[in-house]
């Protein structure tokens, strides 16, 4: 398919190609030049890059795996639960005065 690019309007892949090569609204686009040619493929999905804290705690974690202190998921999920507070019982709060 041949196309004629005009100065006011910007380029446009038509709605045809865009089909056959499966580009849908909100897809992202990487663009590419060379030697006359434009190369257009999917853009790659963003890696999630962890924080220095995230790391730390990445790495103290693999470390307690490696010397054997684990906790199953079962005994994590206990844990948890007895720390909450009973579903309708009220706290006593101080009132200041």
Not at 66 to 75: I, N
């Given at each position: 398919?041949?196309?004629?690019?005009?100065?006011?309007?910007?380029?446009?892949?038509?709605?045809?190609?865009?089909?056959?090569?499966?580009?849908?609204s909100?897809d992202?686009?990487?663009?590419?030049?060379?030697?006359?040619?434009?190369?257009?493929?999917?853009?790659?999905?963003?890696?999630?890059?962890?924080?220095?804290?995230?790391?730390?705690?990445?790495?103290?974690?693999?470390?307690?795996?490696?010397?054997?202190?684990?906790?199953?998921?079962?005994?994590?999920?206990?844990g948890?639960?007895?720390?909450?507070?009973?579903?309708?019982?009220?706290?006593?709060?101080?009132?200041?005065?």
């Amino acid at each position: 398919m041949t196309v004629t690019v005009k100065s006011k309007a910007g380029l446009v892949v038509p709605p045809s190609v865009q089909r056959k090569a499966g580009i849908r609204s909100g897809d992202r686009l990487e663009f590419s030049v060379s030697s006359n040619t434009i190369t257009i493929a999917p853009a790659r999905p963003a890696t999630y890059k962890p924080t220095k804290s995230e790391l730390a705690a990445i790495r103290k974690g693999e470390s307690a795996i490696a010397r054997g202190e684990c906790v199953s998921l079962t005994d994590f999920l206990h844990g948890l639960d007895s720390n909450r507070r009973k579903a309708g019982t009220k706290t006593n709060r101080e009132v200041s005065r």
